[in-house]
């Protein structure tokens, strides 16, 4: 197969960005989307040209590393999938494919393809954990969970922090990941402890570091790449809430 | 001059060991572990776990990764499970049968105090990680759920559906955030240490490069822990993370700390086979998966030729025409073998001809069987996220079809040489988790490394490394502006400027794929003498050849890829080299470590324990000096050394 690219380059956080036209030729259709990029950049390489700097690291959907606007869809094409799980059969022979970085505003560019994520980490250090000592716990049968609790709240913790939510987010709202921590632990007992606390200093965090607001396009859910829902979203809402009414 | 090596394994007995000894070794008062920094390398299960309980304790933590957030680290991908001896099947499951498996499952080549240890501790993990919110599967009853792995016959496994490495991660991740914002511990992302820096015969800090500027940076410490894993992708196509590598480790062994039974590499059996020469990686297909499905490939050979032609499908072979070669070699364990022996058999299989696709190098893991007896619903709850991800990448539907496996390179079992307190060769230097050689011997159980990453970071080192420390409470903070750093940098930079000055003819992945060619032929799944030294000659010239035409573009002091693939490709070249000369030097056959010149009649491994019941520690000697080795011998006290039988 042959493909003609549309690449962002961006040499790096200070400098203007712009599109780059590449082709492409000789690719199997069992080709990974982030191979098929790997066989520009040994050709970029060959040419003496610097290649495009793309995130990825495990290449099986579940490092959170890889981050791309394929065609404008983050992720590509493809329900339930990262950029890295999409193999070239997705695509039409000949076609034009466009590839951008995250477009949000709290996930700066460092080159080309690559963004600055660290928000999403300072959300989570701002109150995403329960507060147990290592070595200072019970035994782990000494809580009976239900199994549809624990189930939801592995639903929820599937998120692998991409940053998907937030890049196709109109408001540039990191809601969807907030709210699947949130849930997640506020759906087990060992969780509900500090989740007044939690809640509120996440919402804090994500609001201090520019995200925006929610609208319920629901625009995260049908992109994110482990279909997480925006049930958790009013889970999150109802938690901030009740947690705001004990002030 | 050959190492003098002391385990420091406790007296006593087997079951007291640990107990004994942690009431001997000395603690730190909280007022003094202030004073005190530590430097970790890695934020895996292993780094990750150790950072946080270190940092709870009230150490000052620095933790390094090369990924954009200390969650990505390749742990995260591990699917299947993790070990502990809860016995919560009631299945006759305890401390001693997790040791036991594990020790027999590694051919008798770990020590058994360390993997008592391990399997001591395996219970406060699952503990640990529910406290942690980790969302283990239940049963409807509330309590946690288990399933079966290789090489054992109880159910000891806990997971979270596919995705255990990820909700474990999450869980020491989020224990490390908690100490992030208590500011006993601070991330460096994004940074790549390429250097250990040794003062007066001690670790005393790091060289790292600032992968977004290009920086060379210094960074001091009282002790230095190397929680960086494995070092599979010399092979260049594994199941590894693209980034993962060896270098943090390699530059630890080129500074003096040992490097133990490099050749012990498992090759995992259920991996989806390579596709064409295009491949950047291959993708594992969960061991849990061997729970219900069924190993085979065809019995005649007429049929191995209509499947290759696409004129038969597989799921229309009667069932009398079906080899279940494992269920017909092993009775006792089935489909549930250990690794390496579910390798090694789907190779026999493949070399026969009787490989199911048409690069002849591929069987059959079928749940025809399972989805009659339980539903396709209940296989779907199970493996569901598996079936989808093998449909995406090859096509075909497991549900429909059974799913086509093959070998490849996994983990690594050889490692960085540690003694009881997981410290290296090099004083104040630290090694845990895949990074050291200590608790799988030559083959690692399935939802062990998970097992071993926490144990060795929650429970182990934390307290065994203030035993060194206690004796650092005086000492001041280390100062960077030292020759030994001011050396150690120069050299980084050198090496940065001498690949960026050869600008040759070949990319760094044309040279990785060409190695990750000799290492698979040469020193995989079949290994022999003759290999072994045709290995050592062309990984030499590769290696000349590197120095020689390799091509870097872009500047260092920027974001650059490429960089950071040579500077790793350079120390592959050297390991590679290190693992074949150990596996030449090891003339038996054990776990993952096959020499075609030892086996049995029947084809199986055949250990010699009389010669070779030793660790290998290398000792470096230069870039192209023959390294020196030492051995540890393996005493064991409590176990009884026997061929390892998974037949009945």
């Known amino acids: 197969m042959n493909f003609t690219l549309k690449i962002w380059r961006q040499k790096d956080a200070k400098s203007k960005g712009g599109f780059e036209t590449y082709k492409v030729s000789d690719i199997s259709e069992d080709t990974s989307f982030l191979e098929m990029l790997d066989i520009l950049n040994n050709d970029l390489i060959h040419a003496g040209k610097e290649p495009v700097a793309f995130d990825h690291d495990c290449r099986e959907g579940i490092c959170g590393m890889c981050s791309l606007h394929i065609d404008g869809k983050a992720h590509g094409p493809g329900q339930g999938a990262t950029t890295c799980q999409i193999y070239m059969r997705k695509f039409k022979d000949g076609a034009t494919i466009t590839i951008e970085p995250w477009r949000s505003a709290?996930?700066?560019?460092?080159?080309?393809?690559?963004?600055?994520?660290?928000?999403?980490?300072?959300i989570l250090q701002a109150g995403g954990f329960i507060s147990v000592r290592t070595n200072s716990v019970p035994d782990a049968n000494a809580i009976p969970i239900p199994k549809a609790d624990a189930d939801e709240a592995m639903d929820a913790a599937a998120c692998i922090g991409c940053g998907a939510c937030a890049a196709t987010c109109k408001n540039g709202s990191a809601m969807l990941f907030v709210a699947a921590r949130v849930s997640s632990l506020a759906k087990l007992p060992q969780g509900r402890v500090e989740g007044a606390r939690r809640a509120k200093a996440m919402v804090a965090k994500m609001d201090e570091l520019g995200f925006g607001n929610c609208t319920n396009t629901g625009a995260c859910q049908a992109e994110c790449p482990k279909s997480i829902s925006i049930a958790h979203i009013a889970r999150l809402n109802r938690e901030f809430l009740s947690a705001k009414f004990e002030d | 001059m050959a190492f003098k090596l002391d385990a420091k394994i406790p007296a006593g007995e087997l079951a007291q060991k640990w107990s004994n000894h942690k009431a001997a070794i000395k603690v730190v008062s909280p007022a003094n572990k202030r004073k005190l920094d530590i430097i970790v390398i890695g934020t895996g299960l292993g780094g990750g776990a150790a950072a946080a309980s270190l940092g709870e304790l009230g150490y000052n933590v620095k933790v390094f990764c090369i990924q954009d957030s200390p969650r990505r680290a390749h742990s995260i991908a591990a699917q299947g499970g993790i070990n502990a001896a809860k016995n919560y099947q009631n299945d006759n499951d305890s401390v001693y049968r997790l040791f036991y498996d594990t020790i027999k499952g590694g051919d008798y080549r770990a020590r058994e105090a360390n993997v008592y240890r391990l399997a001591e501790v395996s219970n406060l993990i699952i503990d640990q990680c529910v406290a942690q919110g980790v969302p283990f599967a239940r049963e409807y009853g509330g309590l946690l759920a288990n399933r079966?792995?290789?090489?054992?016959?109880?159910?000891?496994?806990?997971?979270?559906?596919?995705?255990?490495?990820?909700?474990?991660?999450?869980?020491?991740?989020?224990?490390?955030?908690?100490?992030?914002?208590?500011g006993t511990v601070k991330s460096y992302p994004r940074h790549e240490m390429l250097d250990l820096v040794i003062e007066n015969g001690e670790a005393r800090g790091i060289i790292a490069r600032n992968l977004v500027t290009g920086e060379i940076e210094r960074y001091g410490a009282h002790a230095v822990v190397l929680a960086s894993g494995?070092?599979?992708?010399?092979?260049?196509?594994?199941?590894?993370?693209?980034?993962?590598?060896?270098?943090?480790?390699?530059q630890c062994y080129r500074k003096g700390a040992g490097f133990a039974n490099p050749c012990f590499t498992q090759i995992h059996p259920t991996c989806i086979p390579k596709h064409g020469t295009q491949q950047s990686k291959l993708t594992l297909m969960s061991e849990s998966l061997r729970n219900d499905g069924r190993i085979w490939v065809p019995k005649k050979l007429e049929d191995v030729k209509a499947l290759r032609a696409g004129t038969l499908k597989p799921s229309e072979i009667a069932e009398e025409d079906r080899d279940y070669y494992l269920e017909?070699?092993?009775?006792?364990?089935?489909?549930?073998?250990?690794?390496?022996?579910?390798?090694?058999?789907?190779?026999?299989?493949?070399?026969?001809?009787?490989?199911?696709?048409?690069?002849?190098?591929?069987?059959?893991?079928?749940?025809?069987?399972?989805?009659?007896r339980l539903g396709k619903d209940i296989i779907k709850q199970r493996y569901g996220n598996l079936f989808d991800m093998y449909e995406e990448i090859t096509d075909v539907s497991p549900y429909e079809e059974p799913m086509q496996i093959f070998p490849a390179v996994h983990y690594t079992m050889g490692g960085i040489w540690v003694d009881y307190n997981l410290m290296t060769t090099i004083p104040?230097?630290?090694?845990?988790?895949?990074?050291?050689?200590?608790?799988?011997?030559?083959?690692?159980?399935?939802?062990?490394?998970?097992?071993q990453g926490l144990a060795d970071g929650y429970f182990v080192l934390p307290y065994t490394i203030g035993d060194y420390l206690s004796h650092k409470i005086q000492a001041p903070k280390v100062d960077t502006n030292t020759p030994a750093f001011e050396e150690a940098e120069k050299a980084v930079r050198a090496k940065i400027a001498k690949l960026m000055s050869i600008q040759g003819k070949q990319s760094v992945d044309d040279i990785h794929k060409r190695l990750g060619n000799i290492m698979w032929e040469n020193v995989g799944m079949a290994r022999s003498k003759e290999s072994l030294t045709k290995a050592i000659a062309e990984i030499k010239a590769l290696r000349a050849e590197f120095w020689k035409?390799?091509?870097?573009?872009?500047?260092?002091?920027?974001?650059?890829?490429?960089?950071?693939?040579?500077?790793?490709?350079?120390?592959?070249?050297?390991l590679g080299e290190l693992m074949a000369r150990d596996a030449l030097n090891r003339e038996e056959s054990c776990g993952g470590h096959f020499r075609v010149e030892h086996q049995t009649e029947e084809g199986e491994a055949d250990r010699d324990d009389e010669h070779f019941a030793y660790a290998a520690v290398w000792e470096y000697k230069g870039m192209d000096a023959e390294p020196e080795m030492t051995k540890e011998p393996l005493n064991f006290e409590f176990v009884h050394l026997a061929k390892r039988n998974y037949k009945d």
Do not use: W
């Not at chain 1, 709290?106 to 300072?122: E, M, T």
């Not at chain 2, 799988?440 to 939802?447: E, F, I, Q, T």
């Open chain 1, 106 to 122: 709290a996930f700066p560019v460092i080159k080309d393809l690559v963004v600055n994520r660290g928000a999403y980490d300072q």
């Open chain 2, 148 to 182: 079966s792995f290789g090489g054992a016959q109880v159910s000891r496994t806990f997971y979270a559906r596919g995705q255990t490495g990820q909700q474990l991660l999450l869980g020491a991740y989020a224990a490390l955030n908690k100490e992030i914002a208590a």
């Open chain 2, 230 to 250: 494995g070092y599979g992708n010399v092979f260049f196509l594994s199941t590894n993370a693209m980034g993962s590598n060896g270098s943090a480790a390699f």
């Open chain 2, 328 to 372: 017909r070699r092993y009775p006792a364990f089935g489909n549930l073998v250990p690794r390496d022996v579910a390798s090694r058999a789907a190779k026999e299989r493949c070399d026969a001809g009787f490989g199911v696709n048409e690069t002849g190098l591929a069987v059959f893991l079928d749940f025809k069987t399972a989805i009659a």
């Open chain 2, 428 to 451: 104040g230097l630290y090694a845990i988790g895949e990074a050291n050689f200590s608790d799988h011997g030559a083959n690692r159980l399935g939802a062990s490394a998970l097992m």
């Open chain 2, 549 to 574: 035409d390799v091509k870097v573009v872009g500047d260092p002091m920027s974001f650059n890829v490429e960089l950071e693939k040579a500077l790793r490709l350079a120390d592959f070249l050297e």
